[in-house]
């Protein structure tokens, strides 16, 4: 059953590698900027995908599942501590991602704005096109 | 008998064979409108697996900004881009007093039973009994973040009103525009 959880484990992360490279060759090799955008999108999601999968907390034996990094309890006693420190996933990398995404969306409206000014001047989006336009 | 964990584990994989796929189809898309669809898909299978990699509040944000305000974007960008002019009916809204009435009510509360309240947690306090619960029956909302997420979201919409109203001007006003200050 462990060899099973591992593999499963391992298909999520070949995953989001995957993801990683396919958004690179879009953002490099696509030529219309809005499909760049697209793809530069689809990138920084990823790269917060594996922070948080970094945060991530899969050593705990079998009857111990994972938790969130919240303690609910009002009065926690020093066993609801313990239990909560061997227990709780890190939360350093999801404050670090909810911040890389608010910055992520600004990103992308300036991105959007920059296309949009582009397309003003130039009357196309294809960076090809853009490319041989002169003055 | 399959365990509890192989369960999770198994949703992550699924959940990221779909987001892969989804991401192949949006880099090959040719029609930008159906991309920015198969990119929608795969940021909600990346709230699937921020929900199963034990970060729900992340969750909480990751919706309303990337499965609805970053399509929005990117679509209102593909109408101007090709020329075809919409309709937009903008609503401005006061949505940060929705920030303020979160922020102030377990302060309130706290002033008029003289009680230690907190704000800003989205865990209970040793010292304080006053405060937006963080659990209702078990299902983690997080205390004030909820409500700020809700709040923020809002406001946050009802300023990229305003972007989609200057999105929303005519091509052919702007370029007069830009022209005519290029010949001054």
Same mark, same amino acid.
């Not at chain 1, 090809?128 to 490319?131: G, S």
């Not at chain 2, 940021?43 to 697996?49: H, N, P, Q």
């Given at each position: 059953m462990n060899e099973l959880n591992v593999f499963l484990f391992n298909t999520l992360l070949f995953s989001l590698f995957f993801n990683a490279g396919i958004s690179l060759y879009g953002i490099f090799a696509r030529p219309s900027l809005i499909k760049k955008i697209i793809a530069l999108t689809i990138f920084s999601d990823t790269a917060n995908v594996l922070a948080i999968v970094v945060g991530y907390r899969t050593w705990p034996s079998p009857e111990q599942s994972p938790i969130?990094? /919240?303690i609910t309890t009002t009065n926690p006693t #020093?066993?609801?501590? @313990?239990r909560f420190a061997s227990q709780a996933v890190d939360p350093l990398p999801q404050a *670090? %991602?909810? #911040? @890389?995404? %608010?910055?992520? *969306?600004a990103v992308t409206l300036f991105l959007v704005f920059l296309t949009l000014? /582009?397309? +003003?001047?130039y009357g196309t989006t294809d960076v +090809? +096109? /853009? @490319?041989k336009l002169r003055g | 008998m399959i365990e509890l964990n192989t369960l999770t584990y198994l949703f992550m994989a699924v959940a990221g064979v779909v987001s892969l796929i989804a991401t192949y189809l949006t880099i090959v898309e040719n029609d930008l409108v159906k991309a920015v669809i198969f990119s929608a898909?795969?940021? #909600? %299978?990346? #709230?699937?697996?921020?929900?199963l990699l034990m970060a729900p509040d992340i969750a909480l944000v990751y919706i309303p900004v990337s499965v609805g305000l970053y399509p929005a974007v990117i679509l209102f960008l593909i109408k101007k881009t090709e020329r075809t002019e919409g309709d937009l009916e903008g609503s401005g809204g006061d949505s940060l007093i929705g920030i303020y009435l979160t922020a102030l009510a377990a302060v309130l509360i706290g002033l008029i039973t003289g009680l230690n309240a907190y704000v800003f947690q989205n865990q209970p306090k040793l010292d304080a009994p006053v405060g937006i619960p963080a659990q209702v029956s078990n299902a983690l909302i997080s205390g004030? *973040?909820? !409500? !700020?997420? *809700?709040?923020?979201y809002l406001a946050v919409a009802s300023g990229f009103t305003l972007v989609f109203m200057l999105l929303s001007i005519p091509e052919e006003i702007v370029r007069s525009f830009i022209s005519g200050e290029a010949h001054e």
């Open positions: 969130p990094p /919240v #020093t066993e609801d501590i @313990a *670090l %991602v909810l #911040t @890389a995404i %608010v910055i992520g *969306l000014q /582009v397309y +003003r001047l +090809r +096109r /853009v @490319a | 898909l795969q940021s #909600t %299978v990346y #709230t699937i697996i921020y929900y004030t *973040l909820f !409500f !700020f997420n *809700l709040s923020e």
